[in-house]
């Protein structure tokens, strides 16, 4: 059943492989090819590629009030379920003596990208800086596409949003080329190398993740957005195919998918899906997005198939249209984010729910999360042991040791119970 809602495999495969000529290429030439790139893909020539602080602040004064509000409400609400995602530190009394700390520790510096192409994301700036920021990460840089309407500057919304987070370092470079700017550095520019990469984009920006993984440490591949909708046959569908319009309109290679066992309800939807799509304003971009293969209307004979296949696909966005959506929310076990009930749309999502819309694609809610404060911690564990401790433990571990034919292992731990420097103990 899977296979006939298949994913845009090709066109993946085929940007890994230019993703990482323009990585390289970035790594090798460092600002002129980001220069060579942005006239290529952004029409943009001679645009300052480190942006000033005065364009950050000109963009801020430039805010309608309304956008203002809005953005600083946001930020509350997303600082608030973030703040939540930073685990406390745990002690571990093992034994007397032994104690094992579990702490949380921030990466120091991150590259955060924002995607500027077919629309604007000041929402993404807040999803990505704003966790760094309650994770304790103290360098954020940020980078976004110079945009030729814009003579080569930065679209002033997103500029806006990261100079009320209080971000300066800003760069305007794009795609792939920025994520390898971020993973390398760029000497010219005074680009320091990034430990995290993070921030959605389209299938070049994963790919290009994909292809320092191993350089930084990267968030999830966010490629193009995905929408599952379970519903049964008391659903609105006009509110369905407003959500799956609603997703369609970000790319056309969007996935916007309805898994129900309701033929009826599916007809509605098929029909509501026409107008909506008809009457937006990116009508062509979201014909294109549920015409592709990746889009589908999918009939099943029941809840507990409906359940399956949303798990097996593992969509970025699942949004649940049930009756008894609260009760069944625990059945949904894959999804990078479940919005639960026909109040809760992914726009909402999108913008000032509070959670993260910085989500996985492509299948990989199966095994890797949503953005979050913790993108930007490691788990690290510290052991501390006093001399009866270690003593408690002292023919273990050298048994161990003989048995992995490892003596020096312990030998080490013998040294510490041989002269007068050790305190004396009987075992």
């Known amino acids: 059943m899977l296979a006939s809602v298949p994913r845009a495999t090709q066109a993946r495969a085929e940007a890994l492989e230019t993703a990482a000529r323009i990585v390289d290429d970035v790594r090798d030439r460092g600002e002129d090819a980001l220069r060579e790139q942005a006239e290529k893909f952004d029409a943009v020539t001679g645009h300052a590629v480190r942006v000033p602080k005065s364009h950050l602040d000109d963009a801020v004064a430039a805010l309608t009030s309304e956008i203002r509000s809005a953005l600083e409400e946001t930020i509350r609400r997303v600082r608030q379920a973030s703040t939540a995602q930073v685990p406390d530190d745990r002690v571990t009394e093992i034994g007397p003596g032994a104690r094992i700390t579990q702490r949380w520790q921030p990466v120091q510096r991150v590259g955060v990208y924002i995607p500027g192409g077919k629309a604007v994301y000041p929402s993404s700036v807040i999803m990505n800086v704003v966790p760094a920021q309650v994770a304790g990460v103290e360098q954020i840089a940020l980078a976004s596409p110079p945009q030729h309407d814009q003579d080569g500057r930065i679209h002033p919304v997103i500029l806006a949003a990261a100079g009320l987070l209080g971000i300066t370092e800003v760069y305007a470079m794009g795609g792939a080329g920025a994520i390898g700017a971020f993973a390398w550095g760029v000497p010219g520019l005074d680009l320091d190398p990034v430990d995290v990469v993070s921030g959605p984009g389209n299938n070049y920006v994963a790919s290009a993740k994909r292809a320092v993984a191993g350089v930084v440490g990267t968030d999830s591949e966010a490629g193009a957005t995905e929408i599952l909708i379970v519903a049964d046959d008391a659903a609105d569908a006009r509110l369905i195919a407003a959500d799956l319009v609603s997703q369609a309109e970000h790319d056309e290679q969007a996935s916007a998918v309805l898994v129900t066992d309701s ?14 799509a008809a009457a937006t304003r990116h009508s062509e971009r979201v014909a294109a997005a549920l015409a592709g293969p990746q889009s589908a209307i999918v009939l ?27 009760a069944a929310a625990s059945e949904f076990t894959s999804a990078g984010a479940v919005f639960v009930g026909d109040q809760t749309p992914v726009s909402l999502g999108d ?37 009866a401790a270690l003593a408690s433990v002292r023919a273990g571990v050298v048994a161990l040791a003989n048995a992995e034919v490892l003596p020096a292992h312990g030998e080490a731990i013998e040294a510490r119970f041989q002269g007068a420097a050790a305190p004396a103990t009987t075992l």
């Open 263 to 276: 033929a009826d309800l599916a007809e509605r939807v098929a029909t509501e899906v026409e107008k909506f």
């Open 300 to 326: 099943v004979d029941d809840r507990a198939m409906a359940t399956a296949f949303s798990n097996a696909y593992a969509p970025e966005h699942l949004e649940l249209h049930l009756a008894d959506a609260e």
């Open 351 to 387: 913008y000032m729910a509070g959670s993260n819309h910085v989500l996985p694609t492509g299948g990989q809610a199966r095994y890797a999360p949503g953005l979050g404060a913790y993108t930007f911690l490691r788990p690290q564990q510290v052991i501390s042991y006093d001399h």
